[in-house]
C-alpha cells in the first residue's frame, strides 16, 4: 500500500522485527515523512528515524532526553517538536531555538503548527490552544478568544488564507 512505513510481508518480517529495539517498549507519538522512504518519529523515548527497514534513535545536539508528543516541519525545512514545557525547532540535527512553555502544572505540547507567516500554535492537553506570533516569545492564549479554553484541540489546519489572529474566529471550525 501506498505511504506505509513498511509494507510487512513474509519475506522481510524477521528482518524488520529483528531491527526493532525489544528491552524497552517504545510508544509512537506521532510519525512524519520527510522523504520519500525516510520518515521521522516522535516517540516516548525521543527521536527515531525510520529508513531503509531499520528504526534507529536520532541524537539531535541540544535536545534533552525526554519523550517528544509532535513533530511538524516548516516551510523552511526546519522541525518543530513539542515536548514537556517546551518546543524546539531543529536544523540538521541541532536545536537552533528553544521556546519554554510554563503556562500550567502539565505543559506537554500534543499538537504545533508553523504557519506560513512564520506564528507557532500549539496546544496543551485540555487547555485550549496558543498562539507565539512570529518573530516573538510572546504567548497569546487564542483558545480563549473563540471560547475554547480548557478544551480540547486535536489539531491545526492552516487554509490559503493562512492562520490569523484577526480572522481566527471566523476560521474556527468543528469536525
Same mark, same amino acid.
Given at each position: 500500500?501506498?505511504?506505509?512505513i513498511?509494507?510487512?510481508?513474509?519475506?522481510n518480517? %524477521?528482518? &524488520?522485527?529483528?531491527?526493532?529495539?525489544?528491552?524497552?517498549?517504545?510508544?509512537?507519538n /506521532?510519525?512524519?515523512k520527510? &522523504?520519500?522512504?525516510?520518515?521521522?518519529a516522535?516517540?516516548?523515548? *525521543?527521536?527515531?528515524?525510520?529508513?531503509? %527497514?531499520?528504526?534507529e534513535?536520532i541524537?539531535?545536539?541540544?535536545?534533552?532526553?525526554q519523550?517528544i508528543?509532535? &513533530?511538524?516541519?516548516?516551510?523552511?525545512?526546519?522541525i518543530?517538536? *513539542?515536548?514537556?514545557?517546551?518546543?524546539?525547532?531543529?536544523?540538521d540535527?541541532?536545536v537552533?531555538?528553544?521556546?519554554?512553555?510554563?503556562?500550567?502544572?502539565?505543559?506537554n505540547?500534543?499538537?504545533?503548527? /508553523?504557519d506560513? /507567516?512564520?506564528?507557532?500554535?500549539f496546544?496543551?492537553?485540555?487547555?485550549?490552544?496558543?498562539?507565539?506570533?512570529?518573530?516573538?516569545?510572546?504567548i497569546?492564549?487564542? *483558545?480563549? /478568544?473563540?471560547?475554547?479554553?480548557?478544551?480540547?484541540?486535536n489539531?491545526f489546519l492552516?487554509d490559503?488564507? *493562512?492562520?490569523?489572529?484577526s480572522v481566527?474566529?471566523?476560521k474556527?471550525?468543528f469536525?
Open positions: 500500500m501506498k505511504n506505509n513498511s509494507k510487512v510481508t513474509m519475506e518480517i %524477521q528482518s &524488520i522485527l529483528l531491527n526493532l529495539p525489544h528491552n524497552d517498549t517504545i510508544r509512537i /506521532k510519525i512524519v520527510i &522523504i520519500d522512504h525516510t520518515y521521522l516522535a516517540t516516548s523515548k *525521543g527521536m527515531y528515524k525510520f529508513e531503509n %527497514q531499520k528504526f534513535k541524537n539531535i545536539a541540544g535536545l534533552e532526553k519523550e508528543f509532535w &513533530i511538524c516541519c516548516d516551510r523552511e525545512n526546519n518543530l517538536l *513539542g515536548a514537556k514545557g517546551k518546543i524546539y525547532k531543529v536544523k540535527n541541532t537552533i531555538r528553544t521556546i519554554d512553555i510554563d503556562l500550567f502544572e502539565n505543559n505540547i500534543i499538537r504545533l503548527l /508553523k506560513s /507567516k512564520g506564528n507557532i500554535w496546544t496543551i492537553m485540555n487547555k485550549g490552544f496558543y498562539l507565539i506570533a512570529a518573530g516573538t516569545d510572546i497569546t492564549d487564542a *483558545g480563549s /478568544k473563540v471560547g475554547l479554553a480548557n478544551k480540547l484541540v489539531n492552516e490559503t488564507e *493562512g492562520i490569523s489572529g481566527l474566529t471566523a474556527v471550525c469536525v
